[in-house]
């Protein structure tokens, strides 16, 4: 069975940082595409950062230079280490894992709250 865990989400302050954490069971990591995503109340969710199976990598404009995505595939896991939060940074976050031309799947999020 196929399972994304994300881990990290918390409140913090303006300026302060985070890094979350999606560990993936059940597929074989290494051939995956790995995003982060996240849902505001205002949007729909969007693609905040992509690491590809090949470990090429694009960020949203609003994200750029302060976020930074990466994966350790011996531990099956992505990060996203996020700097100089800003209240609009404030979502659920999720994980997705893609495997071209394979299925979608997404993890239940971690909550990021960043207060001004």
């Known amino acids: 069975q196929v399972q994304l865990v994300e881990s990290g989400g918390d409140l913090v302050q303006a300026g302060g940082s985070l890094r979350l954490s999606c560990v993936a069971f059940?597929?074989?990591?290494?051939?995956?595409?790995m995003s982060w995503y996240r849902q505001t109340l205002e949007n729909q969710r969007e693609e905040v950062a992509m690491?590809?199976?090949?470990?090429?990598?694009t960020y949203t404009d609003s994200v750029k230079g302060r976020f930074t995505i990466s994966r350790d595939n011996a531990k099956n896991t992505v990060y996203l280490q996020m700097n100089d939060l800003k209240p609009e940074d404030t979502g659920v976050y999720y994980c997705?894992?893609?495997?071209?031309?394979?299925?979608?799947?997404w993890g239940r999020g971690t909550l990021v709250t960043v207060s001004s």
């Open positions: 997705k894992a893609r495997r071209p031309g394979g299925p979608i799947y």
């Open positions: 059940g597929i074989i990591f290494s051939n995956n595409d």
């Open positions: 690491i590809s199976r090949r470990s090429a990598i």
